[in-house]
């Protein structure tokens, strides 16, 4: 793991490569209390030409700043946390993943923590950044495709003014109890809506697609906006709509913008509803098919024997040939590795 | 320090007494990712009368219960943490509030932490409850009063829905950033609004109150009402409440209900406003002099020489009486100390 020690006084200290152990924290230490607290999630995939590759890690350390910022931990040059990960990754990524394991991947774990002993309520004058690398399992295919339930009526994932775009842990431990709750119930994961009008935001922690036929009959592909600060701005999101925009272009409409559960409910009462999927680091791209909203149940389509419809299937196979490098591509940053 | 560590295969463990140190956290603990934490805060007072007491801390357990639910963290017994906190007071409260310090208190502050190495966001399947004590400066008297300043427009702490409530790390961590601005502009403590019309809702991590007369002439004490789970059910909050309707009643109407910055600014407009403070465990009872909301001052009348107000200084006397025990009260709880 890597490991750099931040004073408001002093500044950041030299980032130092250790050994994966456990961290000493003071039990008044800020993280413990205020959830002065923020994490990126990235992926090192093993190609099939043997490179060792990260997906737009300069996006993830951008995001890394802006999320500490919001939550009052301190800022740094993005830059020096891509170099940080792909130092990282040069001594160990090597070492997990050797190149006998092509199409495996490790997941990146930078996290930023206020470590300050403090029990006031201010900004930590103290914080760590470390970045550790774990294996992870493919989400990306639950047998039958992922079942959404809608978020309880009483239950609000982020709201306008709040910090739904930021990577902060205040946005995931408080989503915990819906989750379990819908697990019970036979779902994998919330789609969080809001508002009055059950806008449709995310899909647990992954972004949400829906491929539709609008009611003038064009083929559209539709996802929550990000100018009200709800969401995440997701990696694959970003990816997934610039991979449409330049090579599905004409044959479906690219849409960001606010829409319903009725409008969703609507289109399939309609028969309109095309596919649906969820995009995130650690879900990559995962089919939806079934969404229940108070006591109904929507039907996704999905592809032949459940396999993914053919937008979803398309996106994947695109971002699966840059990611494991079928496909030369800048987003697929190679790393040096020794010999 | 008190710790209790817990397993969703094996419950809690059985608590234990330990030197006050640094805690041990796997770097992908729950905690640290996903603010799986919340806390309670509350005081032990030497009393005037040689006698060690805590204020109501089965108030505070039972929060800390339904706050560590929330964020999906084991749940206990409250009457078991109220054991667990008298039992460390009888240790250490003798030795670090001896008698010769009457009128003096420590800060206590419950913590639960999900202690489980593990990155897939869920419940926690390990986690700790320990209890620290610590000294906090006087907070309740800044020179000249409580200065505050609105919440910015696109900050909103807590929101219908959430767990504005509940005492979660993540209701502080995001609200760091609002409050250090604040600060720079000279001000305390943010006055948190709420919603298109602005309702006042928390002054910093403190309830808020205001004490003005009603259009009709009658004065009233009015606060934010607990209905909609956006503010915290302060134990100070709920304390004054309960001795302003047993001793102030007919003299002032005590009211719970949403009322708005608009409604503030009125009244001041009118001459009607008369006294404000904020309430809570750090900040006691806190005059308020001025409220500054986008641009104009709203300055809050005082008592001679800075002092609070009629109402303010008789909710802290009364306090004060029951927490040094001047006044023998059922909420004061006396800890056994050897002799």
Redesign the interface.
Known sequence: ?IQASWKASTGWATPELKP?G???????AS???????C?EGLKVFRGYDGKLRVFRPDRNAARLRMSS????LPVFEPSQIEKLIIALLSVDGTKWLPKERAGSFL?I?P?V??TAPQ?G???PKEALL?I?I?Y?PRLDAPPGGMRLHTSP????RA?????GYAK???????S??A??DARVRGFHQILWLYGQQGECTEA??SNFFVIWKRKDGKKEIITAPLDDKLILDGVTRRSCLELFRERLNGEYEITERKYTIDEVIEADAEGRILESFAAGT?YFICPISQIHHRGKNIDIPMGPEATPGEVTSKVKGWLGDIIYGREQHKWGVIIPEKE
Chains 1, 2 share one sequence.
């Not at 993280?31 to 607290?37: G, M, P, Q, S, W």
């Not at 910022?69 to 009052?72: A, F, G, N, Q």
């Not at 009526?153 to 609000?156: G, K």
């Open positions: 793991m994966y456990p961290l000493s924290l003071m039990p008044t993280v413990l209390h205020y959830a002065t607290e994490f910022e919001r939550i009052s997941y774990r996290t923590i206020g029990l309520v201010g900004a470390y550790i774990t992870m009526e009483d239950m609000v709201w306008v003014g709040g910090f902060v842990g205040a946005n995931y431990g408080p915990l109890l989750t379990a647990g922690a650690a």
